[in-house]
């Protein structure tokens, strides 16, 4: 089980000591590395478009 | 363009020859059963190619010299075994520079470094290095020797009618314009096409953000001959460089310019060696160097939806443009004016139907949009065109500084040469007997005294593994290997086993118990094919 609690802090802990300008490439580096320990890119690409959700870019209604 | 004070045509290497238009009274209108216009690369092989096949042509360019500046310069092993066909193959062994690897870097860290597929079994190397110059010169050079091949000079195309049963082209030369019938017509006239505009067509596609420079300096530099590309480097923070070695101690940079940046003050001589300088100081290289040609560039997929209209065909630069990225732009050429070139050449001599020619497109085109595939993979990394894509690029390239997986993103899979497995005259894959596939090209096997690709017939060759059945046919030379040999080994082939192999080294279909009058059958099926 993976301890969500402790890789929550350890996010906030890397983003803060990076700052803001380093944040969206240590991020795309998380996603891509954790992507590929996963082992199952179905699973990922879900991931990817759930947590895509709520973030302002609001769907195309015609898609 | 080249330094101030010196000409087009003025290299610091290469003395460009200079053609003659055909005298004022060379007899010029007898109607040709081809006619190729553009005496580029891709014109001169596909002449090559029906002389190969003991087929005339008129082959005609507007200059009186060979492309000024060095342009393709990697070519890749198809394009080796086609030159190797048409028998002009001995000057570029001796002048290229072969290669095999490549290594990417990310500012100044190296992240990735790949190798293309080689062995004691391939006759030849994964690329090769060699200008632009000398591919036209050795072209024209096994040309000149051809006395099937009529060419002419100074001879440009005007005007062109074409209807079912041929063409009319309407040429001028210096000595005044003239009207040449053909009944066939290659038109390989490059990207800016005569003859695509005249009968209105138009290539369809994309173009990529990135725009390059791309530069070619003398210098004396050890490094051996990779691609090396440069992420992020010190010299162009934020953009891509590459390195190639070529002959005569010729360097060629290309660099990626920086958005907003103007084109025409990047190609200024005076910004050309201020970015050369910044590179080879990047590269640590101190000594002296020569400009000697530079470009700008920048990356398109671009082709025609059918490379046929009636009588008239489109090979090469006409039909496509594809991005250097993938060093297919000259190679992809090569490969049209080889697979046209024996076909029409069927067809010429009457052993072949007219509807043989049907496959051209759905082959060639099928072979252009895959090298978009691959090369719109690799100038999204190369120049990405967004924030997205830059924003990944850079993760990617950032991971791969310990991981190697990551590091094989930036891999540019230069050299899967394409299976013509979906095309009309390809035999459907039964479950085959191992080896190469329908449709792929043979892959080549050493033997003792060569190589299985120097055993192939002029036209079809039969492989058949274990004692062969007695089988004629006018086009067909039939090879047969020893069961447990070096062939039947390397493909896993049991007695029986038979490949049928096409003027251009793709398998046209394979056998795991051949039956001759079927194979026989097959290959009449594919020649007689009615338009
Ligand atoms: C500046 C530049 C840089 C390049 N760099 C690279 C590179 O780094 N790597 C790479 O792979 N590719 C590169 N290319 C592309 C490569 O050079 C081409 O893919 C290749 O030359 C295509 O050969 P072709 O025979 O189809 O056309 P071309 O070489 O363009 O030949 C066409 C010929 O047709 C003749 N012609 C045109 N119109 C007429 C007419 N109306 N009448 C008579 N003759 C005519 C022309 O004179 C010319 O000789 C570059 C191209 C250019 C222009």
Same mark, same amino acid.
């Given at each position: 089980m993976t301890d969500t609690e402790t890789l929550y802090e350890a996010l906030a802990g890397h983003l803060d000591t990076l700052g803001q300008d380093a944040a969206p490439l240590f991020l795309a580096k998380v996603a891509l590395a954790m992507g590929h320990a996963l082992g199952d890119t179905g699973r990922a690409l879900a991931i990817l478009d759930d947590c895509a959700q709520d973030l302002g870019a609001q769907p195309d209604p015609a898609q | 363009m080249r330094p101030?004070? #010196?000409s087009e045509l003025d290299s610091l290497y290469f003395t460009y020859p200079h053609f003659d238009a055909p005298a004022p009274d060379a007899p010029r209108t007898d109607p040709a059963p081809v006619v190729i216009v553009g005496a580029g690369p891709v014109g001169m092989t596909a002449a090559l190619e029906l002389a190969r096949h003991g087929q005339r042509c008129v082959l005609i360019d507007a200059k009186d010299t060979f492309n000024d500046g060095s342009r393709a310069i990697c070519i890749a092993r198809a394009s080796?075994?086609?030159?190797? #066909? &048409?028998? %002009?193959i001995a000057p570029f062994l001796e002048k290229s520079l072969p290669w095999t690897m490549g290594r990417s870097f990310y500012r100044g860290r190296q992240v990735l470094e790949f190798s293309m597929p080689d062995s004691p079994n391939d006759k030849y190397r994964p690329m090769y290095n060699i200008e632009q110059q000398y591919i036209e010169q050795y072209l024209w050079d096994a040309i000149a020797r051809e006395p099937l091949i009529e060419t002419r000079w100074q001879t440009r195309l005007e005007a062109i009618e074409a209807g079912a049963g041929g063409a009319v082209l309407t040429l001028a030369d210096p000595?005044? #314009?003239y009207d040449l019938p053909a009944r066939w017509v290659l038109a390989a006239d490059g990207a800016r096409s005569t003859v695509r505009q005249m009968l209105g067509l138009r290539l369809r596609g994309r173009n990529f953000e990135g725009r390059y420079v791309i530069a070619d300096v003398r210098m004396q530099h050890d490094y051996p001959t990779i691609r090396r590309a440069l992420f992020d480097p010190a010299c162009r923070p934020g953009g891509t460089v590459l390195i190639h070695r070529q002959p005569d101690d010729i360097w060629r940079i290309d660099y990626q310019l920086r958005d907003?940046?103007? *084109? %025409?003050?990047?190609?200024?001589? *005076?910004? &050309? #060696?201020a970015s050369v300088t910044a590179v080879l100081e990047d590269i640590g290289h101190s000594g002296p160097w020569d400009l000697e040609w530079w470009s700008i560039y920048s990356a398109n997929t671009l082709a025609l939806d059918d490379y046929r209209h009636g009588p008239v065909v489109f090979i090469g630069d006409s039909a496509h443009i594809v991005p250097i990225f993938g060093v297919r732009g000259l190679n992809n050429g090569m490969a049209d004016a080889q697979n046209i070139g024996w076909k029409l050449a069927l067809v010429l001599s009457?052993?072949?139907?007219?509807?043989l020619l049907d496959s051209y497109t759905p082959e060639r085109r099928g072979a252009t949009l895959d090298v978009f595939a691959n090369a719109s993979k690799s100038a999204r990394f190369m120049t990405p065109p967004s924030f997205g894509w830059s924003l990944m690029r850079d993760a990617a390239l950032s991971l791969a500084l310990h991981h190697p997986w990551a590091g094989e993103l930036a891999n540019p899979r230069q050299m899967a040469p394409y299976t013509y497995d979906q095309s009309p005259i390809t035999a459907p894959d039964a479950g085959g007997p191992g080896g190469p596939k329908p449709g792929a090209m043979m892959s080549d096997v050493a033997l003792g005294d060569g190589f299985l690709s120097d055993q192939m017939g002029p036209w079809f060759t039969l492989l058949w593994i274990g004692e062969a059945p007695a089988l004629t046919h006018p086009l067909l030379k039939v090879v047969a290997l020893p069961a447990e040999g070096t062939v039947a080994r390397a493909w896993g082939a049991a007695p029986g086993s038979a490949w049928l192999i096409r003027p251009d080294l793709h398998v046209a279909g394979r056998w795991a118990k051949a039956e001759p009058a079927a194979i026989l059958a097959f290959l009449d099926a594919l020649l007689e094919r009615r338009a």
């Open positions: - | 101030a004070g #010196r080796y075994h086609i030159l190797d #066909r &048409v028998g %002009a000595h005044g #314009r907003g940046e103007s *084109e %025409a003050e990047a190609i200024s001589e *005076e910004n &050309v #060696r009457g052993q072949a139907g007219e509807g």
